[in-house]
């Protein structure tokens, strides 16, 4: 499984990014696609994600302001973040979960500053 992660950038306080993570197979074969992130000097936190039952987890610090979605067609998930804080400043890991593995995208980097 590859995966390819977009998105990210420099955003101010407020303001909103959308994170997209292209799986190379089908959305059957997956078990759960989502978002990790880790700050300097901060553990790596699971952000967000969403299951083949399209089930969904968010970590309470999101909650309200991120919502993972998929399209199924493209295999892709994504992670719209709105109201994003400093706090959020953090380098964001797209995952897959194939039964017992992980799969990892590259990071992206996502910046809130005014």
């Known amino acids: 499984v590859q995966l390819q992660a977009s998105g990210g950038g420099l955003v101010q306080p407020g303001g909103s990014l959308r994170l997209s993570c292209a799986a190379s197979?089908?959305?059957?074969?997956?078990?759960?696609m989502g978002w990790y992130r880790q700050a300097p000097g901060k553990q790596r936190e699971l952000v967000a994600f969403s299951t083949s039952r399209a089930t969904t987890y968010y970590a309470d610090s999101v909650k309200g302001r991120f919502t993972v979605s998929r399209d199924s067609a493209k295999s892709t998930v994504y992670l719209q973040m709105n109201s994003l804080t400093p706090d959020d400043t953090a380098v964001y890991s797209c995952?897959?979960?194939?039964?017992?593995?992980?799969?990892w995208g590259q990071g992206t980097q996502v910046t809130v500053s005014s």
């Open positions: 197979v089908t959305f059957s074969s997956i078990n759960a």
């Open positions: 995952y897959a979960q194939q039964t017992n593995k992980f799969y």
